[in-house]
């Protein structure tokens, strides 16, 4: 994040990613962390002030709300943002992809 404001980028994610990976069969080039509970009223805010940014700078991304959210809000992963409550297990990295053709 802070690499990528000395190179003049406002708004960041958490994490950018250098190699995408895929969550769910979906591409995720970055993942923003939030410590806090997902309700409609503040990923409104998220949505509009942060992720729609970050979407439109870097493609599909995954938000992370460590205490959870409402389920209704994770309405947007045909867009490219992806909701999850914890770091995901079935993620698909190239570097696995490159060991099972072998």
Known sequence: ENDMRSQGYDKTPD?????????????VNWIESKASFG???SHKTYLKDQ????????????????????DELDCNRDKGII???QFPSNLITLTSLLWKDD
Do not use: C, H, T
Request: charge should be negative.
């Open 39 to 41: 309700d409609e009223s």
């Open 83 to 85: 909701l999850s409550d």
């Open 15 to 27: 994490f950018k990613l250098q190699v995408p990976i895929a969550v769910d069969g979906r591409v």
């Open 51 to 70: 992720f729609w940014s970050y979407w439109n700078r870097f493609g599909p991304g995954m938000v992370i709300y460590w205490f959870g959210f409402i």
